[in-house]
């Protein structure tokens, strides 16, 4: 296989370190014409704490499923030791592997409880695409294609926060810590259960 340039994996397999493309948009010039599309849908509706998994199927030489099943498996199910980065660097993923043989599955959307109740957010690339304008578009999907996949989680977050939200904590927070800096202190309440 041959790998584009950006983010890329050294992946410890049973005939020596093998090479992969590691972003969205690695795995997208080294996939045939034919599976670009099969390739997109999945990664748009896949949990942000998922893309990892999924960006590590697509980049997997089709020949480790048969002749090294053993560390597929073993990186399937989140030990990524030996996988190392561009730099050298060893890669770790934020999140274990989903569980299938729970029969459920990840939620599409983050939620948040900071500062004032819980807030939903998407957590799918194609949840994002939904909630950004136009303008943002372009500056996301370039972002997504290029960030190292075991990053995705924090592009998903950072992006499917909506500014307005985020604006708004921030200044919750300033606030809080200009009072702590005077000598202000607030009495402490319970978090509020939602029905």
């Known amino acids: ?32 014409e034919g599976r670009v599309a099969e390739f997109e849908a999945e990664i748009a509706r896949t949990p942000a704490v998922d893309l990892v998994y999924a960006v590590l199927a697509w980049a997997l ?4 499923f048969t002749e090294d099943p053993a560390t597929v498996a073993r990186l399937r199910a989140g030990d990524f030791t030996g996988v190392l980065d561009g730099d050298g660097e060893p890669v770790t993923p934020t999140h274990p592997p989903h569980d299938d043989t729970t029969g459920t599955s990840r939620s599409p959307v983050f939620r948040t409880g900071f500062p004032l109740g819980s807030v939903t957010h998407p957590a799918t690339i194609e949840g994002i695409r939904a909630v950004l304008g136009r303008e943002r578009l372009a500056e996301f999907e370039a972002e ?16 499917g926060y909506p500014p307005e939200e985020k604006a708004a904590d921030d ?13 202000v202190t607030r009495p402490v309440r319970p978090p509020v259960e939602e029905a």
């Open 1 to 32: 296989m041959t790998v584009s340039a950006g983010p890329v994996w050294s992946l410890p397999l049973a005939w020596g370190q093998v090479e992969v493309p590691a972003s969205i948009g690695g795995v997208r010039a080294v996939l045939d």
């Open 61 to 64: 030489p089709a020949r480790a």
């Open 144 to 159: 997504t294609a290029r960030t190292p996949a075991q990053d995705l989680v924090y592009v998903a977050l950072r992006w």
């Open 171 to 183: 200044a919750v927070i300033e606030q809080v810590k200009a009072e702590l800096a005077a000598g």
